[in-house]
């Protein structure tokens, strides 16, 4: 409902002076469609925040993601739900990937060559319009709730169907005993500004909120956070990994904060090809795993860092306290705390790689 009521209640109250008075005065205009449009994909990222903490307070879920299209961002689906299932229920899906095989194989015969990145999207797109299912006439959501449950039994079985809440309950609270709650927001921020930078090399801030609130969905997984959090993410983003593209021409002010551009300075990763496990054929990776790639190499940067950081301050420590004691020191009673560990009291953890995909992994336990 929230695009509707964007284009038919488009009216907003807004701040207005007149050229020779100082006076501002507030007064009704029209909300531009353009603008709606700009920031529609980050407010569905806020959208799709509260509505997956909301659902998992309620019924003590959890959110997994899985990968729908190779090379594309994985979807947030509720954990607990077998693959199958789900692979049974998305029966559009399967059409549209053999159809993109058909249009691949004609490419290739027609160029010569695999399509890159775009001309595969492109084909992906025609794939979803030869495969568009004609229009049919509106049924009651009891029914459609009722002849999927007898499909579902028929080809899962009823204690399946039947025990899927329980189930859902079981892998969510999984995987909150194993996802921390806390945001590393200095990991996140650079994750959030490496992505987007490779992915668009010119962005806005409006692109760096939507990334920060897709990192959000991705680590936390339902759980509740902070009122701003995704703000703050934003902001440290741009201020610590982000330099302002848009230039000021003289005589005239600056632009307005949603009409200013970034950019930043991290090393792009080089394409390659991937060659998919099954029969399909070879295709370019795409420019979110080239970001993914990116944002990992510095993250374990940072990572590296802190523990140089944290060793050479524990060694220095021991060395102070050996120093201070040298005359009284007992070295066989003595024992050493590991000076190599990245998380404290006091600072946010972060989830290492390993951590991450075993908390992904949950929902099969």
């Not at 015969?109 to 495969?131: F, S």
């Not at 049924?139 to 028929?154: D, F, P, V």
């Not at 790639?293 to 524990?314: G, H, K, M, W």
Request: include cysteine; glycine fraction near 6%.
């Amino acid at each position: 409902m929230l695009w509707p009521l964007s284009v038919t209640a488009g009216k907003a109250q807004a701040a207005t002076a007149e050229w020779d008075t100082p006076n501002w005065n507030l007064q009704w205009g029209n909300l531009s469609a353009d603008t709606l449009l700009s920031h529609i994909v980050a407010a569905d990222t806020l959208y799709l925040l509260h509505f997956m903490e909301e659902v998992s307070t309620r019924l003590g879920w959890a959110w997994a993601p899985r990968e729908v299209t190779p090379g594309r961002r994985p979807v947030m689906e509720i954990a607990g739900v077998p693959e199958d299932l789900i692979n049974w229920s998305a029966s559009r899906r399967r059409r549209i990937e053999d159809a993109l095989e058909v249009l691949t194989d004609r490419y290739v015969k027609d160029h010569g060559h695999l399509p890159g990145e775009r001309g595969r999207h492109q084909l992906g797109w025609w794939a979803a319009q030869e495969t568009r299912p004609a229009k049919k006439n509106p049924k009651l959501l009891a029914q459609l709730l009722a002849w999927w449950r007898a499909s579902a039994i028929l080809r899962f079985g009823q204690e399946l169907i039947d025990g899927l809440l329980d189930r859902c309950g079981a892998a969510g609270a999984a995987i909150r005993a194993r996802v921390d709650p806390a945001v590393d927001v200095a990991l996140a921020a650079v994750d959030v500004a490496a992505v987007v930078f490779t992915v668009r090399e010119k962005f806005s801030r409006r692109h760096i909120l939507a990334e920060a609130r897709r990192h959000l969905l991705e680590t936390l997984h339902g759980r509740e956070f902070p009122h701003g959090l995704d703000d703050s993410i934003a902001d440290r983003a741009l201020l610590r990994h982000a330099r302002r593209h848009t230039a000021t021409k003289p005589g005239h002010g600056a632009p307005a904060p949603n009409r200013m551009t970034y950019t930043a300075d991290f090393p792009l990763p080089h394409r390659w090809w991937i060659a998919p496990a099954q029969s399909a054929p070879p295709r370019e990776s795409s420019r979110y795993e080239r970001a993914r790639v990116a944002s990992l190499a510095l993250q374990n940067a940072i990572r590296d860092a802190r523990i140089r950081a944290d060793t050479a301050t524990a060694t220095e420590a021991t060395a102070s306290a050996f120093s201070a004691s040298a005359g009284h020191r007992d070295l066989e009673g003595a024992t050493a705390s590991a000076p190599h560990a990245v998380d404290h009291p006091g600072r946010d953890t972060a989830l290492t790689p390993a951590q991450r995909a075993a908390a992904v992994q949950a929902h099969a336990c």
